[in-house]
């Protein structure tokens, strides 16, 4: 059984369409909201 966590956009406060986005330089991953468009990491 997977794990799931809920990742909230820090814009919008969508939880639904917030997809995985590739990494930082620094190796942090970087996330993108379907709904606004904005990306941010974690």
Not at 13 to 22: D, K, P
Not at 24 to 39: E, P
Request: glycine share 8%.
């Amino acid at each position: 059984m997977l794990a799931s966590i809920s990742i909230r956009c820090p814009s919008c406060s969508a939880t639904e369409g917030v997809v995985r986005n590739g990494k930082s330089t620094a190796g942090h991953q970087r996330y993108l909201c379907s709904h606004c468009r904005k990306t941010w990491q974690l």
